[in-house]
């Protein structure tokens, strides 16, 4: 089983719409993140949280919101989508003990008509 | 000044070379680096961390870091047809920050 899912994988959706994104994980890991990724802007930092109690915006959090439900769970929310929106989201986990190493889910084609 | 720059490419090499992609980042305060490979269409996947200046190896990759002149390097021996990606480089966003800045990644093609 993968260590770090994320669900819907492709999701249509029109401009106005709620739509939450979903991130699991079975590592046990304490960090978790959402990216976004671009064509030819690379991965930006939505949101990332260190813990249940602990959650902070990144660089692009406008129109955007995070809730971590547990330690394994945390969910991205579109309140009302609008095409610019249109991505691949990433969520990514890591370790507090680690070295800051980040391990990625299998993301999420979000296209907002 | 752009926080972490890449050469986009494409770099192609030919099967059996060494592919070198490299990467310069502004934050002094960066000390933790890591390089993602990425397919078309994939999630990135952590391919090498380093964390003191010089070089580290793994396998037919080797890191290479050099803080004062915030540079850090991957090179990759043997090139072979499946090492054909987009590889990110991801500087720590300062010092204890826990958060990865990337650059937009080279896209590397390797010719058989």
């Known amino acids: 089983d993968a260590d770090v899912t994320q669900t819907p994988r492709n999701r249509i959706t029109k401009t106005g719409k709620r739509i939450m994104l979903e991130c699991s994980q079975t590592?046990?890991?304490?960090?978790m993140y959402w990216y976004r990724q671009d064509p030819g802007l690379g991965l930006r930092l939505i949101y990332y949280?260190?813990?249940?109690?602990?959650?902070n915006k990144g660089e692009i959090s406008d129109g955007y919101s995070v809730s971590r439900q547990a330690q394994a769970k945390f969910s991205l929310s579109l309140e009302s989508a609008i095409p610019n929106q249109t991505a691949l989201y990433f969520c990514?986990?890591?370790?507090?003990?680690?070295?800051?190493?980040?391990?990625f889910g299998p993301g999420t084609r979000l296209t907002v008509l | 000044q752009k926080e972490v720059e890449q050469n986009s490419g494409p770099l192609s090499v030919p099967e059996g070379a060494i592919a070198s992609l490299n990467c310069t980042y502004s934050d002094r305060g960066s000390q933790s680096f890591f390089w993602y490979r990425q397919y078309s269409g994939k999630s990135p996947e952590l391919i090498m961390s380093i964390y003191s200046n010089g070089d580290k190896e793994d396998g037919r990759f080797t890191a290479q870091l050099n803080k004062a002149s915030q540079y850090v390097s991957l090179l990759i021996r043997d090139s072979q047809p499946s090492d054909s990606a987009t590889y990110l480089c991801a500087p720590e966003r300062g010092a204890g920050s826990y958060q990865l800045t990337f650059g937009k990644g080279t896209k590397l093609s390797v010719i058989p």
């Open positions: 990514a986990t890591s370790a507090v003990a680690g070295d800051n190493e980040q391990f």
């Open positions: 949280s260190f813990d249940v109690k602990d959650i």
């Open positions: 590592k046990g890991h304490d960090r």
